[in-house]
């Protein structure tokens, strides 16, 4: 399953919608997405299950790497 994480780049910043950054994960789980991400000092403000024809559309984005960890 691939998961799109809605994340801040520093634990310490407050979350602000202008800053908010996104990034794919394939993963089992969103838990698994959790852990996955837990050595990274990023302040993860959401995760997203992906649908198949949620992918298709985000694959349109020149953004859209999917990071397998």
């Known amino acids: 399953m691939i998961f ?3 994340y801040q780049d ?4 407050v979350p602000v ?3 908010t ?7 089992d789980s969103e838990r698994d997405v ?3 991400l837990k050595d990274r000092s990023i ?3 959401f995760v997203q299950k992906l649908e198949d024809a949620h992918i298709e559309y ?3 984005s020149e953004d ?3 990071l397998e960890i």
């Open 64 to 66: 859209f790497k999917v």
């Open 58 to 60: 985000e694959k349109q």
């Open 21 to 27: 950054n996104t990034l794919y994960v394939q993963a």
């Open 4 to 6: 799109k994480v809605f």
């Open 10 to 13: 520093s634990k310490m910043e």
């Open 43 to 45: 302040n993860i403000e």
């Open 34 to 36: 959790r852990l996955k």
């Open 17 to 19: 919608r202008e800053k």
